[in-house]
Structure formats: structure tokens, C-alpha cells
């Protein structure tokens, strides 16, 4: 794309869209699975349903998804960064 004139931005700019949806899938998936694992857990030893706060519970999981969407904004960035940065003999 840089052949016929693109900028870094317009090359970058759908790459990191998709990073940080796939982050945001794997957060997602991350809170299903927590939240099935303490249902599990309050199942198997119902005294811990005591110990249950849904506002922390749920600072967890939002905190859980943005983690995920950071990380993949963050992963993305270095890896498009990197092959921006090559000149094209570089590349083959």
C-alpha cells in the first residue's frame, strides 16, 4: 500500500480496529469462562456466595475486557509498526 502512496495511518488505522476487537472477543471469552468457574465454585461450596460483592465482581470483568482491548491495541501497534518500518527489499 505504501507503493501507490498510502499513509502509515490509513495502513494502520484497520489493523488496530481489528486488534482491538479480537481483544475485546478474548475479554469476553476471559469473563464467560470466570464467570462460570465461580458458579462452579458457589455451586460446589455455597458458603462463598457470602463473599460475593457484584460491584467489585463487575469492575472485574469490565477491567478483564479493556485489559484484552489494550493488549491487543498494543500488540497490533508494535507489529504494523515494525513492518512499516522496512523498506521494500526489505520486505522480500
Known amino acids: 500500500?505504501?507503493?501507490v502512496g498510502a499513509t502509515n495511518s490509513f495502513i494502520t488505522r484497520p489493523f488496530l480496529g481489528r486488534g482491538m476487537w479480537q481483544g475485546f472477543i478474548a475479554g469476553a471469552i476471559a469473563v464467560v469462562l470466570l464467570l462460570v468457574g465461580l458458579q462452579l465454585a458457589?455451586?460446589?461450596l455455597p458458603e462463598l456466595a457470602m463473599f460475593q460483592d457484584p460491584q467489585k465482581i463487575t469492575f472485574l470483568m469490565i477491567g478483564i475486557i479493556a485489559l484484552g482491548v489494550l493488549i491487543g491495541f498494543l500488540?497490533?501497534?508494535?507489529?504494523?509498526?515494525?513492518?512499516?518500518?522496512?523498506?521494500?527489499d526489505e520486505l522480500y
Open 42 to 44: 458457589i455451586h460446589n
Open 75 to 88: 500488540s497490533t501497534f508494535q507489529a504494523v509498526k515494525r513492518y512499516l518500518g522496512l523498506t521494500v
Open 1 to 3: 500500500m505504501q507503493l
